[in-house]
């Protein structure tokens, strides 16, 4: 593996060169994978036929696998030059014909072609996942996304296994115990969204038409899920999608079939795949689930068909334009959401939850513009960031205020039009949306997608009377923000409003006609990217009477502003969980609810003093456990409240009996104990040294699934003695056999109850394995040790010397330990503010 590091990290720069000089017209893809159900078979026979048109002499194909055994020129044989990550091919004419034969490894690490063996009936399942360069794990390529192609899938495998591609199948031909299917060649699309998908899947079948359009839905999941896949609400989603985007972009669906497969041990939230969209198990439910969980489904689901359009239609020429598809998805899919699906209230959860990811990341030291600059692959993959999607997506809440919705809309309608199956750059999108609207957008997009930083918001008064509103945007300096101030009244019980006034700002004092009211909300229905403060009045209102506030949106704008005001050292932490105390228990909307326990449980954590820490951590989980004992039963807040407990639990509080009273079957009335809860009750237990291996191990045997070995493996780590813990460091860093989901359960293991004595003695050898550990794992594994495992320690002079030291490190080594760093010195900065 280490050899292939030495080639695999492509470079801006050298992919331009290539594409400047190639021209690829159609690729064929020939895979076997009739021996994945084989345990001991490493790898797969794949074989790969590249037509295109060369201008130069020589160029690379891309490909990382076991071998590659032979290659061809236009039926020539040629020396197999290859390095492990690129094959070198030359006497090139102007129109060539490459044949790769090779051999692919399967992946558990959720990068390529991850194969998955079920605990529960044994069976075998396949799917690939390969944003932003990991289709040269299955196939030879051009891994670039603006060398589009059309591509043909030939893929034989088990006789009775669903296979799938992006496109429906053109012909089956069936053998003794295997089938080779062979699929209609794609429109012209980036290697990076085209899949594969092949097992004995479940699948329920639908339909969406409009007009003379009709469109096959399938919606698949492992057997062993199937009963909990909900396929009818998720189809409902769907065909509402298709109903919403068809008719807001003017452009019909492209991609001929919309199927959607749920897959096991999967990195990502989901994958824009045309034709054969992947979402992560996750999103099925095996017991209960809140109605924010379905919610969150919902966007994601429109989020990813949003990228038909936005990414797979029209595609970024490289990664600096991330943000072409990434930022459109998340804007439009909270937006199809609120307005063509039951789930009305996405605005409110993607002001109160999204916008903090954004928030936090546009905060660090490496924070970047929405339009970044990435110079090579590796950067790439940590740049789908909060910036890249949540900033992204409000900013562009941002420019639908500035420009209007109609413009913007009929803009994007313009932009298919004149790009499809191409690739563009900002200033495609900006010819587009200034055309419509008549507006100069240059300045805008300057300020708005070419810098970086969050501006804060807030009023001051002076002793006249006179309002200004204040725009501190640090070293980007003011932007123009289109927003709304929302006066609200206490009358009656409730926080009524009395007015919005809709303003714009463009410097960093604007004096304002803003009257007094017990509330002034700043940002009022969140059209604008910007943290805002409360005044001192607010802040005393909201303090007592947040409760009262009937407007989710407008209550959740509240709780991002209290949020970031702790996060900032501005609110003190135990103020701000005094706070979640009174009101958490009456948060009506649980998507609210979830993100504010997130939030108060970090604050516990991180943000109380040193010496305040315990009490404070007694008092959380005494307020989690009384909260659900007085919640709804059978309500989603009872079950919000309940994981909440399980999870302070496992810091101590005294509480063992009762989540051993919950295990054993005396739960509040309504809650549903489902594996789920039991394992996180169980973890919480065992943190504390209050469950046996025995224990756990039984668990697992009444949930022998592929969640409950996961578990059993977090809980088994999660012990509190240092043989144990030292055991999971270990198993991290040198079990190359765990998967990615076993290894995020061993890293979690060994870093629960924030027991540091247990653990410090690590710290030191942390900063001496994770120049090797970047260099001979896949980054995706990597990532996940680096972050996961660095030391909490208030003593930041290991990090800072490593980072002296290690100044040639690679540059996405270096950007993971310095926002880990930057975190942990906001925590320390935050804890020294309390008083």
């Known amino acids: 593996m280490s050899s292939a590091n030495v080639t695999a990290n492509l470079t801006r720069e050298e992919t331009a060169e290539r594409a400047s000089h190639i021209t690829v017209h159609d690729i064929r893809v020939e895979l076997d994978l009739s021996g994945a159900p084989e345990r001991a078979r490493t790898g797969f026979p794949t074989v790969t036929t590249l037509r295109f048109d060369a201008s130069a002499d020589a160029t690379w194909i891309d490909f990382i696998g076991e071998s590659v055994t032979r290659v061809t020129v236009d039926d020539r044989e040629r020396e197999v030059r290859y390095d492990g990550a690129r094959i070198l091919v030359d006497g090139l004419s102007a129109h060539n014909v490459v044949r790769v034969e090779a051999v692919a490894a399967y992946s558990r690490s959720g990068e390529g072609m991850h194969r998955f063996h079920d605990p529960v009936d044994g069976e075998t399942y396949l799917y690939t996942q390969y944003e932003p360069a990991d ?125 959607q497969i749920f897959v096991p041990e999967y990195n990502l939230g989901a994958m824009e795949n045309p034709g054969l969209v992947t979402f992560t198990e996750a999103y099925i439910n095996r017991g209960a689930a809140t109605d924010a969980q379905r919610g ?54 993607f002001a109160n939850s999204r916008k903090t990811w954004a928030y936090r990341q546009d905060q660090l030291p490496t924070t ?35 420009v209007g919705e109609d413009a913007f809309f009929e803009g994007a309608r313009r932009y298919f039009a004149a790009h499809a199956f191409g690739n563009t750059t900002l200033e495609d999108l900006l010819d587009e949306l200034e055309e419509v609207s008549g507006q100069d957008l240059r300045t805008w997009a300057r300020l708005w997608l070419q810098t ?77 990217y910007a943290k805002v403060r409360l005044d001192e009045r607010s802040l005393a209102t909201v303090e007592q009477s947040l409760s009262a506030l009937e407007d989710d949106l407008a209550r959740g704008l509240v709780w991002s502003s209290l949020w970031n005001a702790t996060r900032d050292g501005e609110l003190g932490a135990e103020r701000y969980l005094d706070i979640v105390r009174l009101h958490g ?171 540091r004595d247990l653990i410090a003695s690590f710290d030191a050898e942390y900063f001496e394995r994770i120049r090797d550990v970047w260099s001979t794992r896949s980054i995706e594994l990597a990532q996940r040790l680096v972050v996961g495992l660095f030391p909490a320690t208030p003593d930041t002079s290991l990090v800072d010397a490593w980072l002296e030291q290690n100044t040639d490190a690679p540059g996405a080594l270096r950007r993971l330990l310095i926002e880990s760093r930057d975190d942990l010195a906001r925590d320390l900065r935050v804890r020294a503010a309390q008083g």
């Open 135 to 259: 289709a040269r794990r299955v196939m030879a390529c051009f891994e670039q996304p603006d060398m589009k192609a059309s591509y043909t899938f030939d893929i034989t495998a088990p006789a009775g296994w669903h296979v799938l591609s992006n496109q429906s199948p053109a012909r089956v031909r069936e053998g003794i115990g295997v089938q080779r299917v062979e699929f209609a060649p794609t429109l012209p699309i980036s290697s990076y969204i085209t899949s594969v998908a092949a097992g004995p899947y479940a699948r329920i079948d639908g339909e969406w038409s409009r007009g003379d359009q009709r469109i096959d839905l399938g919606v698949l999941c492992r057997a062993s899920l199937a009963e909990h896949l909900e396929a009818d609400e998720i189809i409902e989603v769907t065909r509402q999608g298709l109903d919403f985007f068809s008719d807001a972009f003017a452009y019909p669906y492209p991609w001929g079939k919309y199927d």
């Open 368 to 402: 970047h513009p929405i339009v970044a600059d990435i110079p090579d692959l590796e950067a790439a993959k940590l740049n789908f960031d909060g910036i890249t999607y949540a900033k992204g997506a409000a900013v562009l809440k941002q420019l639908v205020a500035f």
């Open 452 to 528: 970086s930083g969050v501006a804060t918001l807030w009023l001051e008064t002076d002793a006249e009377g006179r309002r200004v509103l204040v725009q501190d945007g640090g070293a980007a300096g003011p932007r123009p923000h289109r927003l709304r101030i929302g006066l609200y009244d206490l009358q009656d019980g409730r926080l009524a409003l009395r007015e919005r006034i809709e303003l714009g700002i463009e410097q960093d004092r604007t004096e304002v006609q803003v009257p007094d009211a017990d509330l002034v909300l700043l940002n009022d229905d969140d059209l604008t």
């Open 585 to 755: 228990p009456a948060e009506s909307n649980v998507a609210l609810l979830t993100a504010v326990l997130l939030n108060a449980a970090f604050a516990v954590r991180h943000y109380v003093a040193d010496d305040a820490r315990d009490g404070q951590s007694r008092a959380w989980v005494d307020t989690t456990w009384a909260a659900l004992q007085s919640a709804d039963a059978g309500g989603d807040a009872q079950l919000a409240w309940a994981r909440a407990f399980a999870a302070a639990a496992g810091y101590g509080g005294g509480h063992e009996d009762h989540l051993r009273g919950i295990l054993d079957g005396d739960a509040p009335r309504g809650l549903p104990v489902d594996a789920d809860l039991r394992w996180l009750m169980l973890t919480s237990l065992a943190t504390t040294g209050n469950a046996t291996v025995e224990e756990i191990t039984a668990e697992r045997a009444q949930d022998d699934t592929a969640t409950g070995r996961t578990a059993e493996i977090r809980a088994l780590a999660s012990r509190p003695d240092a043989q144990t813990r030292a055991d999971a460091w270990h198993a991290a860093w040198n079990d190359l056999t765990l998967t990615n989901d076993h290894l995020d359960a061993t890293i979690g293991g060994f870093r629960a109850g924030g027991r």
């Open 296 to 349: 969150g489904r919902a966007n994601t689901i429109l989020h990813e068909m949003a990228h038909m359009w936005f990414g797979d239609l029209v595609t970024m020429r490289w990664w600096d334009d991330l943000w072409l598809k990434e930022s459109f998805a998340d804007y439009m899919g909270t937006h199809a959401s609120a307005a063509a699906t039951r789930f009305t209230d996405a605005w409110a959860r």
